[in-house]
């Protein structure tokens, strides 16, 4: 009678991981040397985490920006937005930037920003608010949130460039403009974090086509090298309607001729 091929679970924090009597056995007869070898393999393999971007994505709550987005494409069905335009992307400095169509009246403009959210979240709903557009440029300024929820500075930027991926994979021809982070008075403590992702950035877009970058980190600073207040709304936060007009004067630069 052939025997059976027993076999046991090893417990391991949130997984299983099955491994044969044989084959332990096998493993308990090689020499102590190569043994050790072959236990921090089997370890490595069993607790080695899943790429860290699809972990992340795989935790972050999509869901949450529903309502809004689901707006967004009502606004569509009622009014539909021409193809081949300028669209602004991104966090609250987005959505809360009200004069953006009489700043720049000569561009048909759109305005897709919903507050709070990060950069994966722009790359995740592209389906439903980026690629319909087609859009001849798209400016996005993001980034902070996810700084303030705990990411890196390499994960935003590596976030940013899967954001391009995406983007350029079905858009090759739409050139992507990102307007970096600045200080503010609220997260202050996050301004050094701010400085490296817009490093990052920076020297990705000056070795990539159809990338462009706005520096917009010391528009912000008074000559104390401070975050000035009359920049930025009660919360210390947002801008002001100063901040905006800043703002505005470093993107024109870079619209479309």
């Known amino acids: 009678m052939k025997p059976r091929n027993r076999s046991f679970e090893l417990p391991v924090p949130h997984r299983s ?42 935790r972050h709550d999509f869901a949450k920006w529903e309502k809004d987005i689901s707006a967004y494409e009502q606004l569509d069905r009622t009014s539909p937005t021409p193809k081949g335009g300028l669209l602004f992307i991104g966090s609250s400095t987005i959505r ?3 004069t ?12 897709r920003g919903f507050g709070g959210s990060e950069i994966v979240d722009a790359t995740h709903f592209a389906d439903r608010i980026i690629f319909p557009y087609r859009p001849k440029a798209i400016f996005l300024r993001a980034g902070g949130n996810d700084l303030w929820a705990g990411k890196s500075p390499e994960q935003v930027f590596a976030d940013f460039k899967d954001f ?6 079905k858009l090759p021809d739409t050139e992507i403009v990102f307007i970096s982070l600045s200080p503010s008075i609220a997260r202050l403590q996050q301004a050094a974090k701010e400085k490296a992702v817009n490093e990052s950035v920076r020297d990705f877009t000056q070795r990539t086509a ?28 947002h801008f002001s309607a100063a901040g905006y007009k800043l703002l505005a004067e470093r993107v024109r630069a870079y619209l479309p001729k």
């Not at 391009?164 to 994979?169: C, K, L, S, T």
């Open 210 to 237: 159809r990338l462009k970058f706005i520096d917009t980190y010391d528009m912000v600073l008074g000559s104390d090298g401070k975050p000035r207040p009359e920049l930025f709304v009660e919360d210390k936060l």
């Open 17 to 58: 991981f099955r491994i044969s009597l044989p084959t332990l056995f096998v493993a308990l007869t090689i020499p102590a040397m190569n043994r050790t070898l072959l236990t921090s393999l089997v370890a490595f393999l069993v607790v080695a985490p899943e790429p860290l971007s699809l972990c992340a994505e795989s």
């Open 100 to 111: 953006l169509a009489q700043d720049f009246p000569k561009h048909q403009v759109i305005n």
């Open 164 to 169: 391009v991926r995406e983007i350029h994979a």
């Open 96 to 98: 809360l930037w009200k």
